[in-house]
C-alpha cells in the first residue's frame, strides 16, 4: 500500500520534527554515563543487545558504517567483547560485555523516564495511536523489539 505523496510528505515532515526531540532524549540519556559514548557507539550496543552477537559484517551493514572501530573502542572500554561464532568458531563475533549490559539498561531507564514526562499531558487515546504508530515504524525499518529485560 502506497502513501499519497501529501500524506507521505506530512509523515517526513512529523517524523523529522519529532525525531530532533527524540534525539535530545537520546543524547541527554547518555551524558550521565562515564562511558563517553557517542550515539552511535551506543547505538552498536543496543544492536548487541537486540540481535545477540554480532559478525562486524553484520554490525557494519546495521550501523550503516565501518563497525571495526566503534567495536575496537568498545572492548577497550569493557562494554563489549570478542568471542569466537557459536556457528563457525573459527570466526569472532562481537557480543555485548556485562557491563555493557548494565550502561544499557541504566541509560534506558533515564530515557523512559524522560519520554515518560514527555508522555504525561497526552490522553490515553493518543499514546495508543502514538504507540501503533511507532511499532509500525520499527516494523518497516526491520527494527526488533527490546527484549523487557533491557529495561531492567
Known amino acids: 500500500m502506497s502513501l499519497h505523496p501529501d500524506q507521505t510528505d506530512a509523515a517526513i515532515d512529523s517524523?523529522?520534527?519529532?525525531?530532533?526531540?527524540?534525539l535530545t532524549v537520546a543524547a541527554q540519556s547518555l551524558q550521565y554515563t562515564s562511558a563517553d559514548l557517542s550515539l552511535i557507539e551506543?547505538?552498536?550496543?543496543?544492536?548487541?543487545?537486540t540481535r545477540g552477537p554480532q559478525p562486524?559484517?553484520?554490525?557494519?551493514?546495521?550501523l550503516e558504517t565501518s563497525a571495526a572501530p566503534i567495536c575496537s573502542r568498545l572492548v577497550v572500554r569493557g562494554l563489549a567483547i570478542h568471542a569466537p561464532s557459536a556457528t563457525t568458531p573459527h570466526?569472532?563475533?562481537?557480543?555485548?560485555?556485562?557491563a555493557g549490559h548494565a550502561?544499557?539498561?541504566?541509560?534506558t531507564k533515564r530515557r523512559r523516564r524522560?519520554?515518560?514526562e514527555q508522555l504525561r499531558e497526552l490522553p490515553p487515546s493518543s499514546l495508543r495511536?502514538?504507540?501503533?504508530?511507532?511499532?509500525?515504524?520499527?516494523?518497516?525499518?526491520?527494527e526488533p523489539?527490546?527484549?523487557?529485560?533491557?529495561y531492567h
Open 42 to 49: 551506543f547505538r552498536a550496543l543496543v544492536i548487541l543487545a
Open 129 to 142: 495511536g502514538l504507540a501503533n504508530a511507532f511499532r509500525a515504524f520499527a516494523a518497516a525499518c526491520d
Open 91 to 98: 570466526h569472532a563475533v562481537v557480543a555485548l560485555s556485562t
Open 145 to 150: 523489539i527490546p527484549p523487557h529485560t533491557l
Open 114 to 116: 524522560a519520554i515518560r
Open 56 to 62: 562486524l559484517g553484520s554490525l557494519t551493514a546495521f
Open 15 to 22: 517524523l523529522m520534527h519529532d525525531s530532533r526531540r527524540l
Open 103 to 107: 550502561l544499557i539498561c541504566d541509560v
